[in-house]
């Protein structure tokens, strides 16, 4: 009887069984084939497309932008190059210095450079230069506007003074050499170190002419005793300089000569 029972027990699990997996396969099947199911399906892929095709469309985007930032520096380049050989012939060394814009065109120097001043030296980079340095190239520049002849001195320097003598006492110049003591002046060191950058002279004196530097006292002395002073001044000043004569010598100093 016992084993009876567990037959019929078994058979009917058997058959519960059964009938459990055919409904859960035909019901899953007509849960995939149901309209919401299929539409759910359809907006999920749809969603996925449009993800992808943004994500294309960006990528297209931003390889198009990084084509044109390479195809403009690349023509910058080239504009700089042909620029600085149609200057220097092919020649490296000859280059300008100084700073390019974005069509590689050399942009003017700051500073003496731009009213006449030393070319051959270099002005310092601009992210070292501070305000006060800035503030000393702009009074520098107004200081040239003064006289075609700037005579940089400091009150208590003997070659300044012997500078100061031949230009101002031998020499008759019109219009008459203009005078900065630097010791006195309240840029005075900002503008030795603008001059020092610029003309490549750091001590004093420090004569320039159109803003250019001719030297300093032991300079001075030797053009006036060669004689080549008034022609020194003249083919650099041209025009702006409208009487450069050197005057008579004193009584006494012919006497000292004659003596020595």
Same mark, same amino acid.
């Given at each position: 009887?016992?084993?009876?029972?567990?037959?019929?027990?078994?058979?009917?699990?058997?058959v519960?069984?059964?009938?459990?997996?055919?409904?859960?396969?035909?019901?899953?099947?007509?849960?995939?084939?149901?309209?919401?199911?299929?539409?759910?399906?359809?907006a999920?892929?749809?969603?996925?497309?449009?993800?992808?095709?943004?994500?294309?469309?960006?990528?297209?985007?931003?390889?198009?932008? %990084?084509?044109?930032?390479?195809?403009?520096?690349?023509?910058?380049?080239?504009?700089?190059?042909?620029?600085?050989?149609?200057?220097?012939?092919?020649?490296a060394?000859?280059?300008p210095?100084?700073?390019?814009?974005?069509?590689? %065109?050399?942009?003017?120097?700051?500073?003496?450079?731009?009213?006449?001043?030393?070319?051959k030296?270099?002005?310092?980079?601009?992210?070292? $230069?501070?305000?006060?340095?800035?503030?000393?190239?702009?009074?520098?520049?107004?200081?040239?506007?003064?006289?075609?002849?700037?005579?940089f001195?400091?009150?208590?320097?003997?070659?300044?003074?012997?500078?100061?003598?031949?230009?101002?006492?031998?020499?008759?110049?019109?219009?008459?050499?203009?005078?900065?003591?630097?010791?006195?002046?309240?840029?005075?060191?900002?503008?030795? $170190?603008?001059?020092?950058?610029?003309?490549?002279?750091?001590?004093?004196?420090?004569?320039m002419?159109?803003?250019?530097?001719?030297?300093?006292?032991?300079?001075?002395?030797?053009?006036?005793?060669?004689d080549?002073?008034v $022609?020194?001044?003249?083919?650099?000043?041209?025009?702006?300089?409208?009487?450069?004569?050197?005057?008579?010598?004193?009584?006494?100093?012919?006497r000292?000569?004659?003596?020595?």
């Amino acid at each position: 009887m016992a084993s009876q029972r567990r037959m019929r027990l078994y058979g009917v699990l058997l058959v519960l069984t059964i009938i459990i997996t055919l409904y859960m396969t035909r019901s899953g099947s007509q849960t995939r084939t149901s309209p919401f199911y299929v539409k759910t399906q359809e907006a999920l892929q749809e969603r996925e497309y449009m993800e992808a095709s943004k994500q294309r469309d960006a990528d297209g985007v931003g390889s198009r932008l %990084k084509a044109a930032a390479d195809d403009a520096r690349k023509s910058a380049e080239k504009k700089s190059s042909e620029y600085i050989e149609s200057v220097t012939g092919g020649d490296a060394d000859k280059a300008p210095r100084g700073r390019y814009n974005k069509d590689g %065109k050399q942009q003017p120097l700051e500073g003496v450079a731009a009213v006449g001043g030393d070319r051959k030296h270099k002005a310092p980079a601009q992210e070292n $230069e501070t305000e006060d340095y800035h503030e000393a190239e702009l009074e520098l520049n107004d200081i040239l506007k003064k006289s075609p002849i700037i005579i940089f001195s400091k009150t208590y320097c003997p070659h300044s003074r012997k500078a100061k003598h031949i230009l101002l006492d031998k020499y008759d110049i019109v219009p008459a050499p203009y005078v900065v003591e630097l010791d006195e002046h309240p840029l005075g060191l900002k503008l030795q $170190e603008v001059l020092a950058d610029t003309t490549g002279r750091r001590t004093v004196p420090n004569v320039m002419v159109i803003g250019k530097s001719i030297g300093g006292g032991d300079q001075m002395q030797e053009l006036d005793e060669t004689d080549t002073m008034v $022609e020194t001044i003249k083919k650099l000043a041209d025009t702006r300089v409208t009487r450069v004569v050197k005057r008579p010598a004193s009584p006494e100093m012919r006497r000292v000569r004659r003596r020595a």
